[in-house]
């Protein structure tokens, strides 16, 4: 078996690297990388896709084999236990960085050579987690430059202001000589099915945005106030000026802060929208009614009013800004709808599963059907996977 899989992952490295892989092909390999417990079949791969890097980036000043040598030692079997809530343990060996590094060089090359429309689907019945950034971000002139296919450095220049993409994938606004055009608006946008992006607007405020999810904001702050867009979920570390509140909307609602770090989760199919604080304090509103003041640990459910729950779970969350899926007695379909999300899949449920509700963790960068094994061990539902398509019922 261990023969047979090296084989094929040879096979498909030679196509790979010769510019005769078709895309079916490369996810196949995609997949058999990431799952593969073979250390010298993986190594093997690495090396090849380690040459070509060199080959074609030619920075000065930089050290691959050094670089290549920690990444090498990593190619040790961890067992790392991940765990559902209903008194079940799974067990899953992978290949560490290695793997994780390997694949994202695939995924760098496999989307620069694809249009960024393109979802990722495996010909084995089988969805990978997101591998690359697809974010796509349109200029006050309806230009849009997607971030996948710009190499480091200046990728876009709006006003007076330039937006940069930096060696780590993240994206940063930063002013040129005289004054920028505040009236210039930019949006952000972060499809499903791809990995979370960092961005940091001209006033020095971070913000993390989830798959799904886009952002708008002016190229430039003026006036009493700094004012942004949301739709899906952010992670807001906000740069603290006390002359301009820091103001996040969605419809009617509002949040405003000086400096603070708060998470907003906005999406169109939640029934409410949560506003959780880490630090600092921020203002949640809705339309013309009082607003409420929240302190860190609290989260404000914002749907016709507005609720405050005074002790949340943090962890949870935040959890997929930290690569996990964290169920806390969460809902089948709250659980489908951040999978649908994430793996840019429809979901259909068949029969009543209701009731269903989850508790655990699981990393986000797992196949979508090594998810679902997980959520089918406590024997509450089952799945089958349909091109992208996944179908819930009862067990």
């Given amino acids: 078996m261990n023969n047979d899989l090296n084989g094929q992952i040879n096979i498909l490295v030679e196509k790979y690297t010769s510019n005769t892989c078709s895309r079916e092909e490369l996810d196949q390999l995609l997949l058999l990388v990431k799952n593969s417990t073979n250390s010298q079949s993986v190594e093997n791969a690495l090396h090849i896709f380690w040459e070509r890097v060199k080959s074609e980036n030619k920075q000065e000043n930089v ?134 992006v960092d961005i940091t607007l001209s006033d020095g405020t971070r913000v993390w945005l989830n798959a799904g999810s886009s952002l708008s904001y002016p190229v430039a702050f003026s006036g009493r106030e700094r004012k942004v867009q949301i739709s899906g979920e952010g992670y807001f570390e906000v740069a603290h000026n006390a002359n301009m509140p820091f103001k996040v909307s969605k419809a009617n609602m509002e949040v405003a802060v000086l400096g603070t770090h708060f998470n907003v989760n906005a999406y169109d199919d939640e029934s409410v929208i949560k506003v959780t604080l880490l630090e600092g304090s921020v203002k949640t509103s809705l339309g013309n009614k009082e607003g409420v003041v929240l302190k860190p640990g609290q989260q404000a459910r914002v749907a016709n009013n507005i609720e405050v729950f005074k ?79 996944v179908i819930v019922m009862p067990n």
């Fill in 63 to 196: 050290d691959w084999d050094a670089i290549m040598q920690p990444l090498m030692e990593d190619l040790k079997p961890e067992t790392p236990v991940v765990s559902i809530k209903r008194g079940f343990n799974w067990k899953w060996v992978g290949v560490a960085a290695s793997v994780v590094f390997l694949v994202g060089i695939l995924g760098y090359w496999s989307f620069r050579q694809t249009e960024p429309q393109v979802s990722q689907q495996v010909a084995t019945a089988d969805i990978i987690a997101p591998v690359a950034n697809r974010a796509m971000i349109v200029l006050a002139n309806g230009q849009k430059v997607y971030l996948d296919q710009k190499a480091n450095g200046a990728i876009a220049r709006d006003g007076n202001a330039t937006v940069e993409k930096t060696a780590d994938g993240k994206i940063v606004y930063k002013a040129n000589n005289g004054s920028l055009a505040s009236n210039l608006y930019n949006t952000l946008s972060n499809p499903r099915g791809s990995s979370v």
């Fill in 311 to 389: 002790q949340v779970n943090l962890e949870k969350e935040m959890a997929w800004k930290q690569g996990m899926f964290r169920f806390e007695d969460t809902n089948i379909k709250e659980v489908m709808r951040q999978v649908a999300r994430w793996y840019d899949v429809e979901v259909e449920f068949r029969g009543d599963v209701s009731k269903v509700n989850f508790g655990g963790s699981v990393s986000r960068q797992v196949n979508i059907s090594e998810l679902l094994k997980r959520l089918e061990a406590t024997n509450l539902v089952k799945f089958s996977i349909v091109g992208r398509k």
